[in-house]
């Protein structure tokens, strides 16, 4: 009676011990560019940006695409009342959110050997690379190859705008 109390009781703690290693932390790599950002905290007002212009799916799918992610303090830098702005008016969302996304995966050793990259939006986005750092217009890349299934995200410190909305 004795052994099957211990036997038992050893079940049970191999049993919970067992199901605590079942699921294990899913892999950037593993993630879509939209789940990557969701799941980073630092890019909430940008997940929300993209759910509100109905690019979510865009972002979502095969892709590849290379996404200059601003985070939540970049868009909190904004002048006043300009993201709400922006989220009032879904074709300036849309523009503003293509303008930072790139067809095509450009890992930072790729951005860092070229002038500029053409953008979902249509209009051009200038890179500097200087002395270890890379510029996107006037934003700086503050983490870079952030890779996913569907392509890479490079962190960027400014919300950039395209040349037709200044």
């Known amino acids: 009676m004795k052994m099957a109390k211990v036997t038992l009781l050893l079940l049970v703690a191999i049993t919970i011990l067992l199901s605590g290693c079942t699921e294990q932390p899913q892999e ?5 560019i939209m789940e990557v950002a969701a799941s980073a905290g630092s890019f909430n007002t940008l997940v929300q940006a993209v759910q509100a ?3 979510n799916e865009t972002l979502s799918g095969e892709g590849p695409f290379t996404v ?3 985070t939540d303090e970049a868009f909190a830098a904004l002048p006043e009342g300009t993201l709400d702005a922006l989220l009032a008016d879904e ?3 849309r523009s503003v959110l293509t303008y930072h996304v790139v067809a095509g995966e450009y890992m930072a050793s790729d951005v860092a050997g070229m002038e500029s990259l053409t953008t ?4 051009e986005i200038n890179v500097t690379a200087e002395n270890g750092s890379v510029m996107i217009n006037d934003a700086n890349v503050t983490t870079a190859d952030i890779e996913a299934s569907n392509g890479v995200i490079h962190v960027i410190d400014k919300v ?6 200044a």
């Open 28 to 32: 950037t790599e593993e993630m879509n």
């Open 53 to 55: 212009a109905g690019l």
């Open 68 to 70: 200059f992610a601003p």
């Open 91 to 93: 074709e300036a969302l």
């Open 120 to 123: 979902v939006q249509g209009e």
């Open 160 to 165: 950039i705008l395209p040349p037709s909305m």
